[in-house]
């Protein structure tokens, strides 16, 4: 919103109105957490600078380090790919950590993880996060765009400032650690993604915005 209001030029509008994404919730349905061992960690993204992956696979370094059984899938495709592969190898993540490229089965992918991670350092209001907490999944996530206002911190997840690792790192082990507190994260989530995150509000906060400045309902 910042951006448009500061952008001068012939087309700098007079009134401003934010309306976030929405979602489809039928095509997520909540599916309980895996209770299996070890906690699988999901992210997904385009594999370009701005998502900062190369700082999700050094929380991952940190965390195989002290033993904590955990398994990471990374989805998604760009050009850092080699780069990050690398990475991977570098920090001996080879075993736990999968960059299984792009795939058009997010609600699947979902299901089957109990955490999603997204270390971004620049976004817009990331539909990614919102499918997570919409399926019942808690969400680490940096303070990037409109993160603050989907991630509640502390109750649907965990919001870390960009750049601040040693957090990132305690908020992932947290949730390892502890399952209940997933399961109750992800009930949260799920909760705020069916007030506030459904197409019907979409709808009606564009109509509430062409009627503001004038513009008539459709019969």
């Known amino acids: 919103m910042q951006l448009a209001k500061n952008a001068g030029g012939p087309f700098t509008p007079e009134r401003l109105f934010v309306i976030r994404n929405g979602l489809d919730l039928e095509m997520l349905p909540t599916v309980p957490i895996p209770s299996r061992e070890g906690v699988s960690l999901l992210g997904i993204g385009s594999l370009v600078q701005r998502k900062r992956w190369d700082r999700l696979l050094e929380a991952a370094s940190w965390l195989k380090r002290r033993g904590v059984d955990f398994s990471l899938k990374v989805v998604g495709d760009g050009p850092l790919r080699p780069a990050l592969l690398e990475q991977t190898r570098n920090l001996g993540l080879t075993t736990c950590v999968e960059l299984v490229g792009p795939r058009d089965d997010v609600p699947a992918l979902l299901a089957n993880s109990m955490v999603l991670v997204h270390t971004s350092d620049a976004e817009g209001c990331p539909n990614v996060v919102m499918e997570a907490m919409a ?77 503001t400045v004038g513009g008539r309902m459709l019969s």
């Not at 997840?157 to 650690?177: H, N, P």
């Not at 502890?178 to 509000?201: T, V």
């Open 135 to 211: 399926s019942g999944r808690p969400v680490v996530a940096t303070d990037a765009g409109d993160v603050p206002y989907l991630v509640e911190d502390g109750k649907t997840g965990f919001v870390v400032r960009r750049g601040d690792q040693k957090t990132l790192v305690q908020c992932l082990s947290t949730l390892i650690a502890d399952p209940s507190l997933r399961q109750h994260m992800g009930e949260a989530g799920r909760a705020k993604a069916l007030r506030e995150f459904g197409l019907d509000r979409l709808v009606r906060e564009t109509l509430s915005a062409y009627e």
